[in-house]
């Protein structure tokens, strides 16, 4: 009997142990296939014009159905031009993406936001403002910053097409169970340093591939102070460090963002749904099989120099030499070769051409707050082209009703309609062979923002400064009048 | 959809010795337009491939004819960036069955595992030990054997075991895909929805 209670009471203490992550996670274990995947059921499933025609035909050929389409959330924003939205789609291959997003979306009874519909906007962007994401919840779709939505709590990462298949066939997906890591900061962050400040610190240090194999949890001072447009910044980078996903605990301020939108429980229903989200954080003594330290103060505004999202270094510094870097010295010089940078160098000063504000990563209000505090007052410079693009028609209104428009029209520049735009350049929004952007989005791959096209990954402050100048910028320099 | 088998593949192999090489390079974005998994592979590494003009580019190892054969060996890092599994796509309908590569980025892999292409991923040493013999014989053969998941440089009798788990192990063996046996399991699906609210 004693050795019953003693085995008894180890169960229980290794249950209270868990992970913010492992709760998740267990809760939505239909099975477990031996040597094998979990079968992990996916409460919530976002799907996009690029990424899911074959599977709508696959099902189609299969000659199975939408098993939930209630789970299902369709928005148009990859391919989606970002002037003349009310006019018909220029490029044929778009319109037709569109199209049979549209046509499959009907035929199985899956809420719809194409292009024009009040709530369209990009797919990370839109889920957090109608509560599609909620704390507790599994949420995947086909885009791999489906990380974004880990910023309330929510297992939620990227899938490709044959699972958006899975997904729509059986609203589950076969996954291993990722290896846990936590990435602690502390501290307060400086003067004019932002949520994509951290991220792009923390990827610089543990490199596009750190974190491959992990599902993170972000945890410290910083993350908590954070608000929920920062979270969901931090969180949306995840997977530029190889990272399958990456989540923080919910708290109040998750809670009060989430409350009374569309699609979160209302009544009796919320009081339920917020006794089990109060449960959702790691238990003190759980594992990880990573842990990580970093410290607010190191960080500073964030630039990248590179090819990848881990080149990145703070904007008052240099280039660093290849003898300074880990292993592959000759990929390290092909990718400062596309740039046409060189080792030892400075990044200010250097002369860009675009600007891009915009992406799941920085799209939403609080990346125009911080963009129109700095162009206030100042003009575009002139050899600047410059995209404004809102993550969605309820940040285009936000803008609006904030008075940001204004400043933004008084500054000389203009705000474009939502949708992915220069993030990955589907539609017409390229920037052009051999010029420079300095862009808020989430990748500086070659080619990236079209053929031939260098980019510089940076914050909307960092962006701000650059299309004001014309170069690349300290915003802090700008931002003294404040300090 | 399911695909081929997979047991032993035998075969030259295309070396491309590049880090970090993500899917915008396998397939950019601007070639993701098609509502049909068709033609992908002429698009394979198209801006490494081809100039502006559409002319091949000559010293890009897919234009150069002392190279070919169903296994491309790819640097550190393989397939990182979106999850576009296009990529994939692009991969196979070229003609690669399998990918080696000393570290796989995780979304990659498993997009390959449910097309039918093998992610190997080897050591960093016999990763390079096959650059080397490609590089002195391009002729040279790699056997990837699924069922004993070993792959061996043919010339030299080298050898490294790779893992995979068992259950994918078995869908690669017999051409099955996960929608089969998710399909076979909706029961217990329905069961745990219930359970599940919205
Ligand atoms: S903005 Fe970029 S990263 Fe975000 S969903 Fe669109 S394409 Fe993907």
């Known amino acids: 009997m004693l050795h019953l209670e003693a085995v008894f009471f180890k169960v229980l203490s290794e249950e209270m142990k868990k992970t913010l992550f492992d709760k998740v996670w267990d809760s939505h274990v239909v099975k477990h296939v031996e040597d094998g995947p979990d079968v992990l059921f996916i409460d919530r499933h976002l799907v996009h014009e690029v990424t899911s025609p074959v599977a709508f035909l696959g099902i189609k050929n299969r000659g199975i159905s939408v098993l939930y389409p209630e789970r299902t959330f369709a928005t148009a924003d990859h391919n989606t031009p970002t002037i003349n939205q009310h006019l018909p789609v220029q490029d044929p291959l778009s319109a037709n993406q569109l199209k049979a997003l549209e046509e499959n979306s009907k035929k199985y009874g899956i809420s719809h936001w194409g292009l024009g519909h009040q709530k369209n906007g990009i797919v990370h962007v839109v889920g957090p403002e109608y509560g599609i994401t909620q704390p507790g919840a599994t949420i995947v779709c086909g885009d791999s910053h489906t990380s974004t939505h880990g910023a309330f709590g929510a297992i939620a990462f990227g899938i490709g097409t044959s699972e958006v298949e899975m997904v729509l066939a059986s609203q589950c997906i076969m996954q291993p169970k990722p290896k846990k890591m936590r990435i602690n900061v502390n501290g307060k962050l400086n003067f004019g340093v932002s949520p994509k400040d951290v991220a792009l610190y923390i990827i610089s240090r543990l490199t596009t591939s750190g974190a491959t194999g992990y599902f993170v949890e972000y945890s410290g001072d910083v993350f908590r102070d954070m608000s929920m447009e920062g979270r969901m910044t931090v969180c949306n980078l995840s997977i530029e460090m190889g990272a399958r996903g990456g989540m923080i605990a919910p708290d109040e301020k998750t809670f009060e963002y989430v409350k009374g939108r569309e699609f979160t429980p209302k009544g009796a229903a919320w009081d339920k749904a917020m006794t089990y989200w109060k449960t959702l954080f790691t238990d003190k003594d759980a594992e990880f099989d990573k842990e990580i330290y970093f410290d607010a103060s190191d960080i500073e505004p964030m630039i990248t120099y590179g090819t990848n999202p881990g080149m990145g270094i703070g904007i008052s510094k240099s280039i660093p030499k290849a003898e300074q870097v880990e292993g592959g010295v000759s990929t390290y010089k092909k990718s400062l070769g596309y740039m046409a940078f060189n080792e030892g160098e400075d990044m200010i000063g250097k002369p860009i051409d675009f600007v891009f504000i915009g992406s799941c990563t920085n799209g939403r209000i609080e990346d125009f707050r911080a963009f129109t505090s700095i162009i206030k007052g100042r003009k575009k410079a002139a050899n600047v082209t410059a995209w404004l693009v809102p993550g969605s028609h309820q940040v285009e209104a936000a803008i609006k009703a904030e008075g940001l428009l204004d400043i933004i029209h008084e500054a000389g520049f203009e705000l474009r309609e939502p949708g992915c735009s220069a993030c990955l350049a589907m539609n017409d929004d390229k920037v052009p062979a051999g010029k420079l952007a300095v862009s808020t989005s989430n990748r500086n791959f070659e080619g990236r923002q079209g053929p031939g096209s260098r980019t510089l990954l940076a914050s909307p402050l960092v962006a701000a400064a650059a299309a004001v100048t014309g170069k690349v910028t300290d915003p802090r320099e700008l931002m003294k009048e404040f300090a | ?198």
């Open chain 2, 1 to 198: 959809m399911a695909y081929d088998k997979f047991e032993i593949l035998t075969s030259t192999a295309v070396p491309l010795p590049i880090e970090n090489v993500d899917t915008d390079q396998i397939i950019p974005a601007r070639f993701l337009k098609a509502t049909e998994r068709k033609g992908f592979g002429d698009n394979l590494f198209r801006d490494w491939r081809y100039n502006n003009d559409d002319s091949p580019k000559k010293d890009f190892v897919l234009n150069d004819n002392t190279y070919s054969g169903k296994i491309l060996v790819g640097g550190r890092n393989f397939g990182s960036g979106s999850s576009r599994e296009h990529a994939a796509w692009a991969v196979y309908d070229y003609g690669f069955r399998c990918v080696i590569s000393s570290f796989f980025a995780d979304i990659f892999k498993g997009n390959c595992l449910n097309i039918g292409v093998l992610p190997v991923q080897v050591s960093a040493d016999f990763a390079n030990k096959i650059f080397t013999e490609i590089e002195k014989n391009p002729q040279t053969k790699i056997e990837v054997n699924l069922p004993n998941q070993t792959v061996t440089i043919l010339a030299t009798g080298e050898k490294e075991s790779f893992e995979i788990n068992g259950y994918k192990k078995d869908n690669m063996l017999n051409g099955f895909d996960d929608i089969d046996y998710l399909v076979n399991v909706k029961k217990e699906i329905v069961e745990f929805a219930k359970n599940t609210p919205l």
